[in-house]
């Protein structure tokens, strides 16, 4: 009904457009907006239900597994209809739906691909163990050791910062099997069921009190060789395409919804008269921000026209990583001092400027640090040699 | 309307001071029992509150003829950058502002009373959170009385005694007693957990003492009091977050190395203490100017504030950073201070109105022919 | 009044005129030729200019019935980004940018004879310095002249022919032949000797055209492309003076390793990247609206000139810096960038005003029911 | 008549006040100020030459070198009363006055002692030749080779940065004669006549046009071995000497005549209604420097009272050191942008403030680089281990 359009992109979007307008009607956003925790799940989990009704889950997997094979250009409409709809979010599915197959497809057995790519299209949510305490931005640093023992390996030690790591049933695991070796050889992926006995997660509080990551604790987990994808120490090598998978779309979407949230905000504030908004040092900073924020949009789409085999390596991602996660941490910074103190009381109001700046130190962090960020764009983007 | 006070302690008997209060707020109130606080494990309100009446800390800065030891600002600057800089929870700026500011001025009564209480730990304050732009309660036909509500900095259920709250009337300070009845308290939920925040709802709330203010100077000062404590808060804190970062940055390595190694990172670390090291000096020269009684204090004290509380967000922020993954977790330090921090920049009124009333005073000594800059050389 | 014209050039073709452009300028208006240029030891102003005409630059931007290439605001962009990134000496902006605007508003006959000029390399125009504040001069009773002064961008000495000023009049805006006598102009020494700013003096100087503003739109677009043409000075210079910087520092060495490879340095090269990058992406939302004739060209016009000519100031200060010892000294490039970028930052109006300007056009469009963040996805 | 006074502290401010204001009264203070250049050196010359004839040039010499043995309190009293009286300035001579003894008199031969010191008392200018091109903050790097020929050394070589060297008559000179000993050895310190065959001075342009320092070419330059201060290849632990005589006063002075000018400056803004004034943001970012600039004043007191042998090393001079050399570009920044357009102009105005903006990018250079001092101050203040 909607994927019969793909060919034409203007029906597509209108499809699109239509049927989220009525499957999440906007005058219901707030529902999901203050959604948090496991109820953010649930909401996050009915509205990917919805999409896999009309072939909107998976439809940029390719048609043998079970998608409708649509390209980027069919990504980017969805997500911004999907933001201007303000529907409820999916980031997190990005590892199900994008992590599990980019790495599934080129590397997993046959086998593997018939289990876990249609129960990952049925809903299946999966975590990530990459990140450990000890290696924080030096990811190859990993220590949790797997030993082989007949046909299954061992394993013991630790995650962190495993998003949904609660919630998910399946997750894609980094081990360290042989460990005489340089770090990036040595590292073995598997797939482990979280319910196996010895997986133990607990949740991390983050500033906000809130948790949406956990720490996965391995005490002799069991996974059997047949869930190792790739060959036993290629670990790394396979990662890369776990990690290549983030393509901006999600970027894409978030920028999206920052606008028009900005946009909003200041409308509300025109309709309120804020102070604010009488203050001419104060009207000039959130000028600056609006611009900047559209300034991000704009080289969001650059990003996004960048064909993903170019030859040579884009400074690009970085200085937009560095550049919205600072923008973000700015724009609520202002929206504290513009609101003054009611900011410091707790609101449980959706994006409160307090609850959105200290989320804001989360993203400046995951994901690849702004330092290791700028350690790129140095070294790769500016030639600059290392230390 | 004179602040001054005569030093009675030296450099070295100020600085014993100073160690004894760290070493009390390092065994009692480090990073386990904050923690510890913000989860409702423990008590450390009462516990540091009773502590602190003890050890005499709430009449550190009153004159000796009220009982205390007469330490005037350079009191509420030693005793409120511990404080800080070890996040301690409690109600003592507006208690300790209060109190000082009700030893300087004159024209009611009661001041025997309420001094005596606030060293004896049976009395709390609390002020307008937004003093600088509080607006006037409403007053009976005699004055007898207030009605209306505010929101207040203090109320502060660790003290086991009696709550006053000082209110603006038309004709100047009403110091309200909190009865619970015609005048009530209610906390107000707030990002920082360290501090108290109330809504203060009057209805015919009889007024205890009123403080006269025609010209707006008693006002003004009782402000300074808070904005130097507010400073002396935020550069103690910005100290105390920024040492416990670099403490943890020597410990945390990376591709093999302590993360304290990497140049990026030492120069933001010395960024830090570069901009703490200003702000310290700027607040000195509040205090020196509070203490000698002069016609700047007013101004001096609005520019570090808001110069003290930006720097401590700076700080603060960064030290979330520089911690790295761990920075914006529960569990770790920044968070308690990044919220101390924003409040801090919020309290008594906006930096940038601390700023023009700052230039509002500098335009007026410079009306007087007065100069605001004099040093001793 | 629509300033919207169809993209005559694809995006590869686009590319090919840059580096055309990049070439000439990288073999002619090297950093050699700029020192020799501020030492007077060259006549790189003027050879630049006839370069320019016989290249066919000057008409880049102007429709193609206007003996132009019909690039608009992109032509400018790219233009202008590559004489920034040379520091390029001459009057540019202000011949280009009325020139553009000349072809988008109507209401004089004197287009064709000017515009025609301007390909030829015979016209120059000069804009007043501060456009965004220009008072009118007076006006003869029947309108035909003006008296009056007022600083100005350009008066091309390098320029052979005629210089015309716009010299904004209470009904809108006169184009004045500067005749040496009832107009003149006279040159005013400035820090940035790769721009020319002069004094135009008026006495009952003929007015040659005139261009009706009743609603102020015209001006308003003639601001919009001199804001577009700085703000793609300030990103293309940024980006020059950037690059030769870590250049430099590839090859000084310092404790016996290039200074590049120092992480505290390296950070900081980062971050001015990532600086340049928001400015031009935000210059390029304006290239867009004003190619696209959008009711919203005016205000991001003025942001992008506003944050391209802060980040301009923010990365050629650094770069100072970056140099170490030789980085102020006279034989390196970085001053050249700061006194151009100090320039870049005052002209058209302060960065303040140009901000209170767009959120004025926000607000307008906002009244008016229209977003003015719409891209494409 | 002045120096009579001195063990009063206050008669001894009086009697420097009354005689700066007669000798050098603050309605001329014009003249001195607009100096640059030549000029410059000819009031500074003329006005040390003043102040020797009370005793003021060198009070703080030792009494056995034609001083008056005044202390560090009767200095700070000199620079508070001159910068109050805005006198002409004396930096020039901070090489003589300071450097020189401070060098001479612990490690010089009393030959040497008694040939210079009574000279540069007698107002002999002195330059210091220590930077050299290629070594930049790497001060031990130096390169400049001298090699011993009879009863000379024989020196090549090139120095930069050094001021006033093109009005100098001597140099101290770093010098390295063993090349094979690691760098901090192998340097030997001499004195060297700058009309000696072989020197020559190239005025260096700063990016404001004007000059205060050179870069000097040695070509064969002979330097008797009786110009050797100190042992062969001891010359670094000399020059500690030298760059540790500077102890704060200067940047007493400076400062104090920074807020004597930034209180004019605002006196006169005042006066003449400036638009600024009426910027809610400009005034803001106005009461922030001044406040600021109260600050550094107060940190340079600190610092002066600090020990000069205190046991442990002190983070201060460098936090002020980057302080005040970033305020001071900042307070500039901050009046080009008050004043617009017109700060374009060339202004032969005293401390116009594009001209000060840019003199100020060789204040975060000199003297140490901000780098190196957030370098010491994490390194040795914070003990935070080298990469």
Same mark, same amino acid.
């Given at each position: ?220 987990? %069991? ?113 504290? %001092? ?50 | ?8 302690? @030296? ?13 009390? &707020? ?12 913000? @989860? ?33 600002? +350079? ?74 509500? &505010? ?47 109330? +809504? ?154 601390? +700023? ?22």
């Amino acid at each position: 009904m909607i994927l019969e359009h793909k060919d034409d992109l203007k029906a597509f979007r209108e499809a699109v457009r239509t049927w989220t307008r009525e499957t999440a009607p906007p005058e219901r956003a707030h529902e999901w907006q203050r959604a948090k925790g496991p109820e953010l799940v649930e909401v996050q989990k009915w509205w990917m239900d919805e999409r896999r009704k009309v072939g909107l889950a998976t439809p940029h997997w390719p048609v043998e597994y079970g998608g409708a094979g649509l390209g980027l250009e069919h990504q980017i409409i969805m997500e911004d209809e999907f933001a201007r709809g303000h529907s409820p979010g999916s980031e997190m599915f990005v590892i199900s739906l994008n992590h599990v197959p980019a790495t599934l497809i080129p590397h997993g057995t046959e086998a593997q691909k018939k289990t876990y790519l249609p129960a990952v299209a049925a809903g299946a949510l999966w975590c990530q163990g990459f990140s450990e305490p000890a290696a924080g931005s030096d990811l190859a640093g990993l220590k949790t050791r797997a030993v082989l023992d007949d046909d299954h390996y061992v394993v013991n030690g630790q995650k962190i910062w495993s998003t949904n790591s609660m919630y998910a049933s399946q997750c894609l695991l980094l081990v360290r099997t042989d460990p005489a070796v340089k770090k990036h050889q040595g590292i073995t992926y598997l797939i482990m069921d979280m319910d196996t006995p010895g997986v133990e997660v607990r949740p991390i509080r983050k500033s906000t009190g809130g948790s949406n990551f956990g720490e996965i604790f391995l005490t002799d987990v %069991r996974i059997p060789v047949a869930n190792r994808i790739g060959e036993e120490n290629t670990g790394w090598m396979v990662s890369q395409s776990t990690l290549a998978s983030e393509r901006g779309v999600l970027s894409f979407n978030y920028a999206e919804r920052d606008m028009m949230f900005l946009v909003d905000y200041y409308a509300k504030a025109r309709h309120e008269r804020a102070a604010w908004l009488d203050d001419p040092e104060l009207q000039r900073e959130f000028m600056t921000l609006f611009g900047e924020l559209q300034s991000l949009r704009q080289q969001i789409r650059v990003l996004l026209r960048e064909p993903a085999d170019a030859p040579t390596w884009s400074m690009l991602p970085s200085l937009i990583k560095v550049a919205k996660t600072t923008l973000n941490n700015r724009i609520h910074s202002f929206r504290i %001092r513009a609101a003054g103190l009611s900011s410091q009381f707790i609101d449980p109001a959706w994006r409160a400027p307090m609850y959105e700046y200290l989320e804001s130190f989360g993203m400046t962090i995951s994901g690849g640090s702004n330092e290791i960020m700028r350690n790129l764009i140095a070294e790769r983007g500016l030639g600059m040699p290392r230390g | 309307m004179s602040a001054g006070s005569e030093m009675v302690l @030296d450099e070295a008997e100020l600085a014993t001071l100073r160690e004894s209060i760290a070493d009390v &707020l390092t065994s009692e109130c480090d990073s386990r029992a904050v923690h510890a606080w913000l @989860d409702r494990e423990n008590d450390l309100g009462s516990s540091l509150w009773r502590q602190a009446t003890d050890l005499g800390w709430l009449g550190l800065s009153l004159p000796e003829a009220d009982g205390g030891l007469g330490l005037g600002a +350079r009191g509420l600057q030693l005793l409120n950058a511990e404080l800080g800089a070890h996040a301690a929870p409690g109600g003592f700026i507006p208690t300790l502002c209060v109190a000082q500011w009700l030893s300087h001025v004159s024209g009611f009564d009661q001041r025997e009373a309420l001094l005596g209480a606030v060293v004896s730990g049976e009395a709390a304050f609390a002020v307008p959170a937004l003093l600088e732009e509080a607006k006037p309660l409403a007053q009976s036909a005699d004055g007898g009385t207030v009605s209306g509500s &505010l929101e207040v900095l203090g109320g502060v259920p660790e003290a086991a005694g009696t709550t006053y709250v000082v209110v603006p009337v038309a004709s100047g300070w009403a110091i309200v007693h909190v009865d619970g009845v015609a005048a009530r308290l209610d906390p107000i939920e707030a990002w920082d957990l360290t501090r108290n925040l109330s +809504r203060l709802e009057c209805s015919n709330a009889p007024v205890v003492a009123l403080i006269p203010d025609g010209d707006g100077k008693a006002g003004a000062l009782l402000g300074s009091y808070v904005a130097l404590a507010l400073a002396a808060d935020s550069v103690g804190a910005a100290k105390g977050i920024a040492l416990r970062t670099i403490e943890y940055m020597k410990e945390r390595f990376q591709f093999d190395r302590p993360i304290a190694s990497f140049q990026a990172l030492r120069h933001r670390a010395a960024d830090l203490f570069i901009k703490i090291a200003t702000q310290e000096s700027l607040l000195e020269q509040a205090v020196q100017c509070l203490d000698n009684g002069s016609p700047d204090a007013d101004m001096w004290a609005r520019l570090a504030k808001a110069g003290a509380s930006e720097a401590f967000v700076f700080v603060a922020a960064d030290c979330i950073q520089l911690h790295g993954g761990v920075g914006h977790t529960w569990e770790y330090d920044p968070h308690i201070y990044i919220k101390r921090a924003r409040l801090n920049e919020a309290l008594l009124g906006s930096n940038r109105a601390l +700023r023009e009333a700052a230039m509002g005073l500098l335009n007026q000594a410079l009306d007087e022919g007065r100069t605001t800059t004099e040093l001793n050389a």
